[in-house]
T-cell receptor, first 116, second 115 residues
């Protein structure tokens, strides 16, 4: 089984400031890692994902995340945020193999609020 | 990518009634998923729906409460039966185009309020 911990439920920042949203996971098997964003009254949109290869992955809207296997972390970063980045961000994991273990496991989400 | 349309986008329902949520995808997919997002909580998988077979439910969810249909490769419905205020949530449909857990797409969700 997998579990995901997002350490901050809310992160307020000022516009043009850098931001890091933290995510740690636990799993007995190898996993894929994802970050999703949910804007108000909308579904989830994939920001980025780590499947294999380089541990630094770049996504849409200037976001990037780094996979750290030893610390079982996948923190999301952006060097300069905009008002439009205000949204809920979800970290998720899924096992490599499918079958009965197939599913996405989500963290509880981090509400990023960007203030002018 | 995939375009997923959910209907209704929101509804307010009386307790004891049932609501059927529809999910339409613009391409054929093998697996469709239904999630629940309770207020202030994360997403929890309700069930996996494969065309031509019974849905597979996660622990804590049962078919009598959340019957699912999957009549073809582009469509599915989730019914929330005999609703109570505790069922007030956002329900989301999801598909995985590539399989192997590599990329999931979500509908915009159905915001359900039970009064």
């Amino acid at each position: 089984a997998q579990s995901v911990t997002q350490l901050d439920s809310q992160v307020p920042v000022f516009e043009e400031a850098p931001v890091e949203l933290r995510c740690n996971y636990s799993s007995s098997v190898s996993v894929y890692l994802f970050w999703y964003v949910q804007y108000p009254n909308q579904g989830l949109q994939l920001l980025l994902k780590y499947l294999s290869g380089s541990t630094l992955v770049k996504g849409i809207n200037g976001f990037e995340a780094e996979f750290n296997k030893s610390q079982t972390s996948f923190h999301l970063r952006k060097p300069s945020v905009h008002i439009s980045d205000t949204a809920e961000y979800f970290c998720a994991v899924a096992p490599f193999s499918g079958g009965s273990n197939y599913k996405l496991t989500f963290g509880k989400g981090t509400l990023l609020t960007v203030n002018p | 990518s995939a375009v997923i349309s959910q209907k209704p986008s929101r509804d307010i329902c009386q307790r004891g009634t049932s609501l059927t949520i529809q999910c339409q995808v613009d391409s054929q997919v093998t697996m469709m998923f239904w999630y629940r997002q309770q207020p202030g909580q994360s997403l929890t998988l309700i069930a996996t729906a494969n065309q031509g077979s019974e849905a597979t439910y996660e622990s804590g969810f049962v078919i009598d409460k959340f019957p699912i249909s999957r009549p073809n490769l582009t469509f599915s419905t989730l019914t929330v039966s005999n609703m109570s205020p505790e069922d007030s949530s956002i329900y989301l449909c999801s598909v995985d185009l590539r399989g192997a857990n590599t990329e999931a797409f979500f509908g915009q969700g159905t915001r359900l309020t039970v009064v």
